[in-house]
């Protein structure tokens, strides 16, 4: 049973460029979350796809944008990159039920700009 | 307005000893989750505890624990019998209504 898969590992882009990071959530998951963790901080909450729509939003500006596809993975899009969006981007799948649901974390995406 | 409260940057543990690790929130709606996750220097984030705010007793995994008291607000995670690999950065969250807060964190060593 595969868990939740991100790809790239490492990403190195530029100022300004344009960068889309892919999750693949585990087997019999339909719920993904997105989270930005700044080096020494904790995770920062981006937004959360279910049924193909952004359910919950983070503080986090319109330069982030997401998708979720029919297969339940989901992908990242961060447009015009700052040198402040250096950071792991971790992907987490969980099962929706009412109430909240145990997460299972991807091993993340490091993304680098110069 | 922060959401989760972990106050101590670090810890240190003899291995074999119990350690608490501290854990506030803050919120208002009556229906909420809190987790603690464990980040190993290889940077994955493992789930370790879960807690619902109607659960009337406290969540227990193994060796990990989880001291819920609701009305203080407080949600902190004692790992009985320290071992080594317990070494790592630990974390709680809150769901609220599938937003997710997460604190700045504990690095807890443990010293053989």
Same mark, same amino acid.
């Given at each position: 049973?595969?868990?939740?898969?991100?790809?790239? #590992?490492?990403?190195?882009? #530029?100022?300004?460029?344009q960068v889309t990071l892919r999750c693949s959530p585990k087997s019999g998951h339909d719920t993904v979350s997105w989270y930005q963790q700044a080096l020494g901080q904790g995770p920062q909450f981006i937004f959360?796809?279910?049924?193909?729509?952004?359910r919950q939003r983070g503080n986090f500006p319109d330069r982030f944008s997401g998708h979720q596809f029919p297969n339940y993975s989901s992908e990242l899009n961060v447009n015009a990159l700052l040198l402040g969006d250096s950071a792991l981007y971790l992907c987490a799948s969980s099962l929706d039920r009412t109430?909240?649901?145990?997460?299972y974390f991807g091993p993340?995406?490091?993304?680098?700009?110069? | 307005a922060q959401k989760i409260t972990q106050t101590q940057p670090g810890m240190f543990v003899q291995e074999k000893e119990a350690v608490t690790l501290d854990c506030t929130y803050d919120t208002s709606d009556p229906s909420y989750g809190l987790f603690w996750y464990k980040q190993p220097?290889?940077?994955?984030?493992?789930?370790?505890?879960? @807690?619902g705010s109607y659960d009337q007793q406290n969540a227990t995994e193994g060796r990990y624990?989880?001291?819920? @008291?609701?009305a203080r607000k407080s949600a902190n995670l004692v790992i009985s019998a320290s071992q080594l690999g317990d070494s790592a950065m630990?974390?709680?969250?809150l769901d609220n209504f599938n937003k997710f807060y997460f604190g700045s964190g504990t690095k807890l060593n443990v010293k053989p």
């Open positions: 049973d595969a868990g939740v898969t991100q790809s790239p #590992t490492h990403l190195i882009k #530029t100022r300004g460029q959360q796809y279910y049924e193909e729509e952004e109430g909240s649901g145990e997460q993340g995406t490091r993304l680098t700009v110069t | 220097s290889s940077g994955e984030m493992i789930f370790l505890i879960y @807690q624990s989880l001291n819920f @008291q609701k630990y974390f709680c969250a």
